[in-house]
């Protein structure tokens, strides 16, 4: 039976900071972050600078090295896990020709695509002026230029693998959240009549795509020859370090939240209520996500002028329902399970006696209902949730969300179970025997309070009756 592969190194590029983790085998080393900064330069708009990717991608290989030197230097394989939906136009030199357009970007919100159930049954991706076809689409109409100019059209993931080996290529999971894929893992022929060859070759997640040129080897102070895998999207992955599956469907915290189930298929056998996209080794992954969750505690901490954590610790101070204020956390539009992209956040119910403390009650309960309608919707029946990302740490987080839900949540021992999936499908890529239970073991199943169970039946009512006002406002208001 084939061993570990040696020191492995993966590279969690998300939206907000650049995530790297050292392995030695099925255990890990170390961990660093790097962050990444977001521009909105108009109302609704939001870019990176592209090189951003690449140089926090240095910066956390950096820290690394210097954490932990000896592993460093025994590093044989580099894999990814990535948000998805994000791209930049590059010329033949890997060299960004404008900012990176990112998943959250609403400049495309009126542009229509066609036939959207078409579209769907096609893709899987729920059509609307967010998705990264309606952005490329704007990208023709106004950088019609920089789009003749440019070589290729690129992930964050897609650009930094490139510089590390030289080779140009997506894997299905990040193509296939695109809207001008086929679930087959093939583009549509009517992207390809489109974009022409600026997209680039589509292979499966677990395929070693090259390895370290000498200038990114010497960049990184990394051995040659460092092999590199394709690696997959964040939900993709997620999926994998939790052990997600239909009864027990992945529930991740981080800049956004998202509700994602793993599925065998044929695509024609799967649900149509949401987004459908490839999974990191096989199969289908269904999921319906909201639209903010850590973004929406950084704007209120903006906001209010108080830090992140001192919200939360103020916020479990406040009883269920937050006083009778409701929020509907749709800063980015109202996503999973309403896919309204025009349509923003909300508080209901506000008055001069709710503060800090209350509206942050209020925001993480607007984001855990968002969750159980999301949870509602793909995985009807399900018996437990699995959790990820940085929510899977906090206390108040588990406590509303298995309040809401009232499920069982599962919780394991990494919650950066992205970095745990993308450990995964270099495991698969290279022939290796690393289980999930050797990487991230469960460490607790948490039942909820039942009278929590029940004081939340309530809010949920009074918030549905929010949500569907909301929702039937007209167009600007």
């Given at each position: 039976m084939p061993?570990?592969?040696?020191?492995?190194?993966?590279?969690?590029?998300?939206?907000?900071?650049?995530?790297?983790?050292?392995?030695?085998?099925?255990?890990?080393?170390?961990?660093?972050?790097?962050?990444?900064?977001?521009?909105?330069?108009?109302?609704?708009?939001?870019?990176?600078?592209?090189?951003?990717?690449?140089?926090?991608?240095?910066?956390?290989?950096?820290?690394?090295?210097?954490?932990?030197?000896?592993?460093?230097?025994?590093?044989?394989?580099?894999?990814?896990s990535a948000a998805r939906e994000t791209f930049a136009l590059v010329d033949a030199g890997l060299a960004p020709?404008?900012?990176?357009?990112?998943?959250?970007?609403?400049?495309?919100?009126?542009?229509?695509?066609?036939?959207?159930?078409?579209?769907?049954?096609?893709?899987?991706?729920?059509?609307?002026?967010?998705?990264?076809a309606a952005k490329l689409a704007w990208v023709a109409r106004e950088q019609h230029d920089t789009l003749r100019r440019a070589r290729w059209i690129l992930q964050p993931r897609d650009l930094v693998a490139a510089r590390l080996t030289g080779v140009v290529t997506t894997d299905?999971?990040?193509?296939?959240?695109?809207?001008?894929?086929?679930?087959?893992?093939?583009?549509?022929?009517?992207?390809?009549?489109?974009?022409?060859?600026?997209?680039?070759?589509?292979?499966?997640?677990?395929?070693?795509?090259?390895?370290?040129?000498?200038?990114?080897?010497?960049?990184?102070?990394?051995?040659?020859?460092t092999a590199v895998v394709a690696g997959a999207g964040d939900r993709a992955c997620e999926v994998l370090g939790t052990g997600a599956r239909p009864s027990t469907p992945m529930v991740s915290w981080g800049t956004t939240a998202n509700v994602s189930v793993p599925h065998a298929g044929p695509a024609a056998d799967l649900p149509g209520v949401a987004a459908t996209s490839r999974g990191a080794l096989g199969g289908f992954v269904v999921e319906a996500g909201v639209s903010a969750a850590g973004a929406a505690l950084a704007w209120l901490s903006t906001l209010t002028g108080v830090l992140h954590d001192d919200l939360l610790g103020a916020a479990a101070t406040v009883e269920p329902g937050a006083g009778g204020l409701l929020a509907?956390?749709?800063?980015?539009?109202?996503?999973?399970?309403?896919?309204?992209?025009?349509?923003?956040?909300?508080?209901?119910?506000?008055?001069?006696?709710?503060?800090?403390?209350?509206?942050?009650?209020?925001?993480?309960?607007?984001?855990?209902?968002?969750?159980?309608?999301?949870?509602?919707?793909?995985?009807?029946?399900?018996?437990?949730?699995?959790?990820?990302g940085a929510g899977a740490g906090h206390d108040l987080w588990r406590?509303?969300?298995?309040?809401?839900?009232?499920?069982?949540?599962?919780?394991?021992?990494?919650?950066?179970?992205a970095s745990v999936g993308a450990r995964l499908v270099?495991?698969?890529?290279?022939?290796?025997?690393?289980?999930?239970?050797?990487?991230?073991?469960?460490?607790?199943?948490?039942?909820?309070?039942?009278?929590?169970v029940a004081a939340y039946r309530p809010v949920r009512a009074a918030s549905d009756r929010a949500a569907t006002a909301v929702l039937d406002l007209p167009a600007g208001v």
């Open positions: 061993g570990h592969a040696g020191t492995v190194l993966t590279v969690d590029l998300g939206t907000s900071a650049t995530k790297g983790a050292l392995w030695r085998g099925g255990d890990l080393v170390a961990i660093a972050r790097a962050p990444i900064e977001t521009r909105h330069p108009r109302p609704g708009w939001a870019e990176q600078d592209p090189e951003s990717w690449w140089t926090s991608t240095v910066d956390v290989c950096h820290e690394l090295r210097a954490v932990a030197p000896g592993d460093w230097g025994t590093v044989t394989t580099i894999g990814f020709l404008g900012a990176g357009i990112l998943w959250s970007d609403r400049r495309a919100a009126d542009d229509e695509l066609g036939d959207a159930a078409d579209i769907r049954a096609r893709t899987g991706v729920v059509l609307n002026g967010a998705a990264h299905w999971t990040l193509a296939s959240r695109t809207g001008l894929c086929a679930l087959d893992g093939s583009w549509l022929e009517t992207a390809g009549a489109e974009y022409g060859d600026r997209l680039p070759p589509i292979v499966p997640s677990a395929t070693v795509v090259g390895t370290l040129t000498a200038d990114a080897a010497a960049t990184l102070a990394l051995p040659r020859p509907l956390p749709w800063l980015s539009g109202a996503r999973g399970p309403w896919w309204r992209a025009g349509t923003h956040a909300a508080l209901v119910g506000l008055t001069e006696a709710h503060g800090p403390p209350a509206l942050a009650r209020a925001v993480v309960e607007g984001i855990a209902l968002d969750v159980a309608r999301c949870v509602e919707l793909v995985a009807p029946g399900a018996q437990r949730l699995a959790l990820a406590e509303i969300l298995g309040g809401v839900t009232g499920a069982p949540l599962v919780r394991r021992a990494l919650p950066d179970a270099v495991a698969a890529a290279l022939g290796e025997a690393v289980e999930l239970e050797e990487l991230n073991p469960v460490v607790a199943v948490e039942s909820p309070d039942p009278a929590l």
